[in-house]
C-alpha cells in the first residue's frame, strides 16, 4: 500500500531506523525495513527483564507481593529511576509496574540481583533466554538497556520477545497496559502516549538513550484482530509515535486483504519463534492491579480472531513493490522447503487455495519468463497452517530472482522476492 511505500521512503535518510509489523493472529510480516540490522534496545531491554521476572512468578520463586532488596550498586543507577536507597525493599509488583511505566533503572538492577546474583550474571541468563527464543542477533550486557556497546538487538528480535511475553504470560500482559502506578503515596505516570492516544493500543513498551534514537514496540487491537509492531531509531518521541501510529494503521487494512477470496500477496510467513512454547499458562496469581484488572482486561490470545482460513483479494501494486523491496529479506521469518540446486531464492506471483489456481498462475509466469529463466522450477508448496497453496518460481539465485520480479511486474504481474536462507 502507498503508506507503507512512502513510510520506507520517509525514514530513508535516518541510519537508526529500522521497523517491523507483524500480524500476530496469522505471523504474517506486513511491513519490514532494516528488521534484521543490528540497533541498541535501550529499556526495550526491560522486556527480557521482565520476561525472567514472570517466569520466576509462574515457577513460584517469586510472589507478587515478595519484597526485593535494594543494593548500594542497584540505588546508584543514573536517572530514570525510583530513587531507591540502599536498604529499601520494594514488591515485585511495584517492581513490575515501575519497570513498564516509569522504566526505573535502579529498579532493573533490583530485579538482575534478585534473579541473578548479579547483573552481570543476569544479562548472561538474558541473553541465554534469547537464544533459546531465536533472538539470535540479540546480546544483553545489563538489565536497563543503559548505553553499552555490546549490548544489541533487532527489531525482528524485539517482535519475537514482544510476542513471547504475549503468549507465554498472558496472565501479566494487562501490565504492559499500565500508565499510572503509586507507590509509597507518590503517582508516578508513564511516557506511552499510545496507549492513550491509538485506539486499541494494550502494550508494550518505549525506550531511548542518544545512541539509539527512540524506540517502541507496541501491540494493538482492532476488530478482533491483533497487530503487533516494532519501532527504532526514530528522531522524537512525537515522530516514533507517529509512524508507528501510521504502520498500524496500513498494517491493520494490509491484513484485512487476506478476508476475501482469491489473492494472496504474502501468505503465512510463519517463524516458529513466534509460536508458543507452553501448552497452557499457568494460573494467574491473585492480589494487585492483576486481580483487578484480569476481569476487564482479557488476554491477547482471548481477543485475538483466529487466523482466516479463506484466501484473500489482490494487492495493490504499492503494496507488492514493497514485499519485493531491494532490502535484504527477512532470511530467518521466510521458512521454506525450496531446492538449491539452482540457487534458494524464488519469486512468488500469488498464493490461492487450490493448487490448481496456483499452478496455473505460476506455469504462466514461467512461461513469460521462459527466455531468460530455462532452468527456473514451478512449484506450489501448501502454507502450513494457512491452507492456501502458494505460485511460486523457484531455484533461482537471488540476482535472477529480483531481475524476475522486475520484468513481471514490468508485464503487469504481482510478484514478491522469497528465500528459503
Not at 528480535?157 to 503515596?185: C, E, K, N
Not at 503487533?228 to 504502520?247: N, Q
Not at 487466523?307 to 521469518?333: H, I, M, T, W, Y
Request: overall charge neutral.
Amino acid at each position: 500500500m502507498t503508506a507503507l511505500l512512502l513510510a520506507s521512503v520517509a525514514q530513508a535518510g535516518n541510519p537508526r531506523y529500522a521497523g517491523i509489523v507483524i500480524d500476530a493472529d496469522s505471523h504474517e510480516i506486513l511491513y519490514a525495513e532494516n528488521a534484521e540490522a543490528p540497533r541498541y534496545p535501550a529499556s526495550l531491554t526491560k522486556m527480557m527483564t521482565l520476561y525472567l521476572l514472570f517466569e520466576a512468578l509462574e515457577g513460584r520463586s517469586l510472589s507478587l507481593d515478595q519484597p526485593l532488596p535494594v543494593s548500594r550498586a542497584a540505588a546508584a543507577m543514573p536517572a530514570t529511576k525510583l530513587y531507591l536507597q540502599p536498604g529499601d525493599r520494594i514488591p515485585v509488583e511495584t517492581a513490575i509496574e515501575s519497570l513498564i511505566v516509569r522504566s526505573a533503572n535502579d529498579v532493573a538492577v533490583v530485579v538482575a540481583e534478585a534473579l541473578g546474583g548479579s547483573e552481570r550474571h543476569f544479562a548472561r541468563m538474558m541473553t541465554a533466554r534469547a537464544r533459546e527464543m531465536g533472538m539470535r542477533d540479540t546480546t544483553f550486557r545489563n538489565a536497563s538497556g543503559l548505553p553499552d556497546d555490546a549490548q544489541v538487538t533487532t527489531a525482528r528480535d524485539m517482535a519475537v520477545l514482544a510476542r513471547r511475553l504475549m503468549l507465554d504470560f498472558p496472565q501479566y500482559y494487562p501490565y504492559f497496559s499500565l500508565q499510572r502506578f503509586t507507590w509509597r503515596g507518590k503517582t508516578y505516570r508513564g511516557h506511552n502516549r499510545l496507549l492513550a492516544d491509538y485506539p486499541g493500543a494494550d502494550g508494550l513498551k518505549t525506550g531511548f538513550i542518544r545512541a539509539s534514537g527512540f524506540n517502541v514496540a507496541t501491540s494493538a487491537v482492532r476488530d478482533g484482530r491483533r497487530m503487533l509492531s516494532v519501532v527504532m531509531g526514530g528522531f522524537t518521541a512525537a515522530s516514533r509515535d507517529e509512524h508507528m501510529a501510521d504502520l498500524l494503521d496500513r498494517g491493520f487494512v494490509r491484513a484485512s486483504l487476506s478476508d476475501g477470496a482469491g489473492w494472496l500477496a504474502r501468505t503465512a510467513i510463519t517463524d516458529e519463534r513466534l509460536m508458543p512454547r507452553r501448552a497452557a499458562p499457568m494460573p494467574p496469581p491473585t492480589g494487585g492491579m492483576l486481580a483487578a484488572r484480569k476481569a476487564d482486561a482479557p488476554a491477547p490470545e482471548a481477543a485475538a480472531r483466529p487466523a482466516p482460513e479463506g484466501g484473500g483479494v489482490a494487492p495493490s501494486r504499492d503494496e507488492v513493490v514493497v514485499a519485493a523491496a531491494e532490502a535484504d529479506p527477512l532470511r530467518s521469518l521466510i521458512a521454506e522447503q525450496a531446492s538449491v540446486a539452482g540457487g534458494g531464492w524464488g519469486v512468488q506471483v500469488g498464493a490461492f487455495r487450490d493448487p490448481g489456481d496456483a499452478r496455473r498462475l505460476a506455469d504462466r509466469a514461467a512461461a513469460r519468463l521462459a527466455a531468460e529463466l530455462a532452468e527456473a522450477r514451478v512449484a506450489v508448496p501448501l502454507a502450513e497452517g494457512a491452507g492456501v497453496y502458494r505460485a511460486r518460481l523457484v531455484d533461482l539465485r537471488e540476482g535472477q530472482a529480483r531481475s524476475a520480479c522486475r520484468r513481471l511486474e514490468a508485464q503487469g504481474m504481482d510478484c514478491m522476492v522469497v528465500s528459503s536462507r
